[in-house]
Structure formats: structure tokens, C-alpha cells
């Protein structure tokens, strides 16, 4: 039976996660707390608005309202990376060689190991960052589509043009797909190779999670009733199929979700702040943590596949352990 | 639960560079009020004032799916209003500062389309302040500028030390051409009390119309007031001797494209006025700028409230008629190329 630790902080939660196999948990004011043989925190910035872990695994990158990018280790230290006058830092990516890729107003910036900054300027705002999963290339999300920048060499961007305001951007673990969420309660997805679109919608909210299973064969979604899952194994990508739902609830939304990172599982976070785990091939549930006092905002799995780290908008976070 | 938390009020500050809404947001941070408010802003600028809950953000307009003027909203203030709403206890209030020459409509429009921000704010009123001075010059080079008024719940004219008697009223005539239904106030220095730009509930049915007794009585005044008058003037010097001044036209004054149509009828059928207010809205939405209605439903002992943006309507029942009132359906439309006889025309029937 899967066992449920508390871990009842005051705030929005905006990551909660696993830094070198310890839970971590950032809140919007700013403070990080960990579960490492007691609770221990932490503030890394003054407003905290965008939080990921390190490719390696060992540090949490944060944006915050400061104008600041932070990294925090599990040893609780935190080193500023970047500081950019009195903007908010809207989102942060984490690449490949300990880059860092960050976004505020119409600026994408990357900042290499060695602590140079390329910066890249947009006509719009840049809504997202997210790195490709191969070689040093990130994709922005914008209004009317998304650009691919390639920050280590001179090469031109390449511009992928879809009307509307794309709010969130995601690679395909192969790298061969790009999705993006819209303002309009849709996904839209490239073909990197040829530009080839794929429209996903139907959503009756909007799209603020996404999740990609073990080898991209699935992406998982929010913004509906049911986890929308859509079937990525195919050369096209989900055109002319239908996504599998997961999960379908009658009295609220799913509002997270995080994919199990071997098996085609998806951990399914509602607005009421339950927590589900769903079977992709048979859809067979498994209930993770009952409802509690708010929207779940955060998720991710540990390593080994083992722990779920969740989060809520009222606060209420936690680890279910499925092992126990 | 989230769910449960009080909307936040939010304040839309509209004007031309130079028309004094730096000085007002400076006296809405500075002023001891017992409230604290989040401010966004285009750029620090001008604002001497350090405050974490001064937040910048570039004015980012976008269009949804069909390209309407009436689903286009403000990217940046979903953002940023999403932002400052996780960490809630920090603030009683926002105030949206917009740059001289913004669209107020993608403003307002934000606080109804997006979900999230619906769900956690109210738009509490649209203020415009406008330079006594160069209002006249602001018309003739531009069309936000009147946008800007037409919008408006609150006109704050400022700068009046600037100009003479004659110029003032002829100002503010100008202001009541374009926009009868807004609240006019004087000022030099945007000095007026806080509470006549704050919490004023102009969106909230219930109090909306409240606020404003004379509402759309205000195409009636005659306009060479000696004082300072609108709608809710507390004086009881009205000229109630209706000078009309070609109502439902495009006002007579010079640079003047706004028009309002204030509309009057008996008791109208709902089976009639629903759908007519869906189609109106649905058709000419993109040339309404706002609407505003106190609508007498037959049968039905309580009044019914209506306001909009462009496409977007919102109704609800207010409170009981009182006896001493007349049972009278009133809509203003104020807008742009709108067709006034027709408007009137099937306004009258959905009588019943």
C-alpha cells in the first residue's frame, strides 16, 4: 500500500521534487524546504516563480521575482547564477553541461557553466524556455509560435509559426517533436524535421502541465477532467489518433501530472488536491492521497520510480512512498 | 481553499503620458490608507518609490484564436496577476498602470476570459486621467485617447489649474459627449480622495448601478455646469431642463468618433430581451466599447442589471423595485459605428 508522509507548509507551492534523492519543496515567498532527516529551509529569493532540477539531479534552479536565477544545493546553499535588474524571471530551463536557460519579458537568456550569458531578444514576451534534449538548442514559446535558438554557435534561429499565445514548451525525449500550450485550452505540436503541425485540443481549461512517459512514447496532459494522454510512438505523433484518458473525475480537474520514469505509469493531481496513479496500457487506478486543502500545483517521481513529491496551491505537500 | 478567497480588486489606470497617473500611483503607494496595494507597471520610471510590489511588465496584446477585438486580452497580466495572486496576504488590491497609449479593452477583457484570473480577481474599475490642458490636441492625433474615456468608469480631469473657466467646461463637455455614464472629477495634481479612483465596485451588478443614481440620466444635464458634476453628483442644482443634444449621433463636438445611445422603455418581455441583448452584442460587439443597463423585466419584482465589454455581457437581478420608482428599462451603449435607429428600434421591441 502506498504510505502518504505530510508536510504541511503555508503557500503556493511551485516545485516539489527530488534534489539528489531528497525532498525538496519551493514555495511562491521564496523559501525552499527539505525533508533530509528533519525539515530544513531555506530562502533563496524574495517571490519565487519558477523552479526545475539540474539535469544532474543535484541543485534546484529557481527564478524568482528578485530579478535573480539561483541554484540550491541539498546542502542547503544557494549560489546566484544570474541577476537581471528588477524583472520577474518568468521561467527557467535546465540544460545540458550545467547551462541554465531563463526567460524574462522579451529576453532568453542561456547561461553557460562558465558563467557567460547569451542573451536573445524577442519581438514578444518569451512565455517559456525549454532545452532540446540533444545538443545545446532551446525552444521559446511566444506569441504566434515558438524559436529555436542554438546559443553555443552563430547559427540563424528557426522560427515555427502558429497563430495564437503559446504559454508553456516542451521537447519529445527524442527530440523530434516540440509541443507547446496555448493561451486557448489547446496543445500545438511540430515535427522538428519538417515543421509537420499536430493540433491537440479540446481541453475545457487551460493546458498547465505536461509530461512526457519513459522514451517519449506518451505525453501526458492537464486542463481536463481526465489526464489527456496523447500517443507520441508513431512518426506523426498523435495525428489521427485519439488521446487515452486517465483517471476521469466528475467534480474537478486535473491540474498535474507527472510520469513514472520507466514504466508507462502517470501520477494524476487533481484540483482538489487528490492524487491518482494511472496505468497507461490498461488504465487501471491506484489512489495515491485524498483530496486535501487545494489544487495540486507540483509533482515529480524520484529516480528510482519509487517516491512521488507533490504540492499544493493552499501548502499541503508531501512524499507518497509506493514501496511501503 | 483557494476557492474561497475574496476576489482581489483590481484597478485599471488609464491616460496619456503626461496626463498625471505617475502622481496618482505615487499618492496610492505613498498615502496612508490602511491598505496595501500591487502595482503594475509598464516601466519603474517616474515612480520614486522602492516597493516589492511594484511589478514591470512589458504590455503584451494577444489576439485569441479568431482575431475578435472582443477575445483579445493582456498575455502580461495573466502572468503577472497569476503571479502576485500565489502569494495573496501581501496586498489588499492591484492597480494595472497602462502605457499613454493603451487599449483599455484587452485590459478589462483579461479580468472576464482567463479562467485563473477570473476565478481569483475583480476588475473594479477603469479610471482614466486626462490633461485639461491638451485633451483637445490628445483627440485630434489619436483615437485611444477617447477610447481611453469612453472606457472609463472614473475621468479624472487633471491639470485643471492649466486652463481657464471656458476651456474646463468646454473639456468636459467633451468628456460627457464621449462617455455620459462615467463619474467626472476636477483635479490639479491629481489630487482627489483615493476612495474616488479605489474600490469603487463600477464591474460588481449589485453595486454598479447603485453607485451611480443618475446614471443614464446624464445625456440630459445640460453641459455648462458651473461645478464639478457627473452622474452621481451630490448637488441638487441639476438642470433638469434637458437641453437634447442629438442623442444616438456621434456627438456634434469636433473630434469627437465615440457615440452613446441611451436607450428608454417600458417593462420588457425576457423571452424578448435575452436573446436580443445575446444577438446585439454577438453582432456588434466589436463596435460596443461598454454597456450599461438597468432593465425592468415583466413579471419579475426585482431590477436587472447589465454591463459589457465589447462581447461580453453580464447580467444579474439587482434588488426589488421600490415603490416610488418608475418601472423603466435604460441601456447606454457606448461604441462606434453603431446603428442607432435600429438599436432603439428593436431596443422597443422587446417590450412587453
Redesign the interface.
Known amino acids: 500500500m502506498p504510505t502518504v508522509a505530510p508536510l504541511d507548509l503555508d503557500g503556493h507551492c511551485v516545485f516539489a521534487g527530488f534534489v539528489s534523492d531528497i525532498p525538496h519543496f519551493a514555495l511562491a515567498d521564496g523559501t525552499i524546504h527539505r525533508l533530509d532527516h528533519g525539515q530544513e529551509t531555506v530562502t533563496a529569493h524574495d517571490g519565487l516563480l519558477c523552479a526545475v532540477v539540474s539535469q544532474t539531479g543535484e541543485r534546484l534552479l529557481t527564478g524568482g521575482e528578485d530579478g535573480r536565477v539561483a541554484a540550491t544545493g541539498p546542502d542547503g546553499k544557494t549560489q546566484t547564477l544570474a541577476e537581471i535588474g528588477r524583472k520577474w524571471i518568468s521561467a527557467v530551463a535546465a540544460g545540458p553541461q550545467d547551462a541554465v536557460a531563463f526567460a524574462t519579458g522579451r529576453t532568453a537568456y542561456v547561461r553557460f557553466s562558465d558563467g557567460t550569458i547569451g542573451e536573445f531578444q524577442h519581438p514578444r514576451t518569451v512565455e517559456d524556455v525549454a532545452f532540446a534534449p540533444k545538443g545545446m538548442r532551446i525552444g521559446v514559446a511566444r506569441y504566434n509560435g515558438a524559436t529555436l535558438h542554438f546559443p553555443a554557435t552563430q547559427m540563424k534561429p528557426q522560427d515555427l509559426e502558429w497563430a495564437g499565445a503559446h504559454t508553456a514548451i516542451t521537447f519529445s525525449p527524442d527530440g523530434k517533436f516540440l509541443v507547446t500550450a496555448m493561451q486557448e485550452n489547446a496543445l500545438h505540436g511540430w515535427k522538428i524535421a519538417d515543421g509537420k503541425h499536430m493540433r491537440m485540443s479540446g481541453y475545457p481549461a487551460k493546458v498547465k502541465s505536461l509530461s512526457w512517459s519513459a522514451k517519449g512514447r506518451w505525453l501526458a496532459s492537464s486542463g481536463a477532467p481526465a489526464a489527456i494522454v496523447w500517443p507520441f510512438q508513431g512518426k506523426d505523433g498523435p495525428m489521427g489518433k485519439a488521446p487515452v484518458e486517465l483517471g476521469t473525475r466528475g467534480n474537478t480537474t486535473v491540474t498535474c501530472v507527472a510520469c513514472h520514469p520507466s514504466d508507462d505509469f502517470v501520477a494524476i493531481g487533481y484540483g482538489d488536491g487528490m492524487v491518482l496513479a494511472a496505468r497507461i496500457a490498461d488504465q487501471k487506478e491506484v489512489l495515491l492521497r485524498r483530496p486535501g486543502k487545494g489544487a495540486i500545483t507540483a509533482m515529480m517521481w524520484d529516480r528510482a520510480g519509487r517516491r512521488i513529491a507533490f504540492g499544493s496551491e493552499a501548502g499541503d505537500c508531501g512524499v507518497v512512498d509506493l514501496s511501503g | 481553499?483557494?476557492e474561497t478567497q475574496t476576489p482581489i480588486p483590481v484597478t485599471v489606470l488609464t491616460g496619456y503620458l503626461g496626463s498625471g497617473k505617475t502622481t496618482l500611483l505615487n499618492r496610492i503607494l505613498s498615502e496612508n490608507h490602511g491598505k496595501r496595494y500591487a502595482v503594475i507597471v509598464n516601466e519603474?520610471g517616474e515612480i520614486g518609490i522602492d516597493n516589492?510590489l511594484i511589478?514591470?511588465?512589458?504590455e503584451?496584446i494577444?489576439?485569441?484564436?479568431n482575431g475578435c477585438v472582443c477575445c483579445t486580452?493582456r498575455?502580461?497580466l495573466?502572468?503577472?496577476v497569476e503571479?502576485l495572486m500565489?502569494?495573496p496576504g501581501r496586498f489588499d488590491a492591484i492597480v494595472v498602470e497602462t502605457t499613454g497609449l493603451a487599449d483599455p479593452a484587452p485590459v478589462a477583457q483579461t479580468f472576464f476570459m482567463?479562467?485563473?484570473v477570473r476565478s481569483k480577481t475583480k476588475l473594479d474599475a477603469v479610471v482614466a486621467l486626462v490633461d485639461a490642458k491638451h485633451l483637445p490636441l490628445r483627440l485630434k492625433d489619436s483615437r485611444e485617447a477617447e477610447d481611453q474615456i469612453a472606457f472609463a468608469d472614473v475621468v479624472v480631469i487633471n491639470k485643471t489649474d492649466l486652463v481657464s473657466e471656458d476651456e474646463l467646461a468646454a473639456v468636459e463637455a467633451t468628456v460627457r459627449a464621449i462617455n455620459p455614464a462615467a463619474r467626472i472629477h476636477h483635479t490639479s495634481r491629481a489630487g482627489l480622495e483615493l476612495s474616488e479612483v479605489l474600490d469603487r465596485h463600477a464591474f460588481d451588478l449589485q453595486r454598479a448601478v447603485e453607485n451611480d443614481p443618475h446614471f443614464l440620466d446624464a445625456h440630459d444635464h445640460e453641459h455648462d455646469h458651473d461645478h464639478e458634476c457627473g452622474p452621481d453628483c451630490d448637488h441638487d442644482h441639476h438642470h433638469h431642463d434637458h437641453h437634447h443634444h442629438g442623442h444616438g449621433g456621434v456627438s456634434p463636438i469636433h473630434d469627437v468618433t465615440v457615440q452613446s445611445i441611451s436607450l428608454r422603455a417600458g417593462p420588457l418581455d425576457p423571452r424578448k430581451f435575452f436573446p436580443w441583448i445575446e444577438k446585439t452584442t454577438q453582432l456588434d460587439g466589436p463596435s460596443i466599447l461598454r454597456l450599461k443597463g438597468i432593465i425592468a423585466l415583466d413579471g419579475d419584482p426585482d431590477r436587472y442589471v447589465v454591463q459589457g465589454v465589447h462581447m461580453i455581457v453580464e447580467g444579474d437581478h439587482q434588488r426589488p423595485w421600490r415603490d416610488d420608482e418608475a418601472r423603466e428599462s435604460r441601456l447606454v451603449f457606448i461604441g462606434r459605428d453603431l446603428d442607432a435607429e435600429k438599436l432603439k428600434r428593436t431596443f422597443e421591441a422587446c417590450q412587453a
Open positions: 481553499m483557494s519603474f516589492d511589478v514591470e511588465s512589458d503584451e494577444y489576439e485569441m484564436n486580452v498575455g502580461d495573466i502572468r503577472v503571479g500565489r502569494r482567463d479562467d485563473d
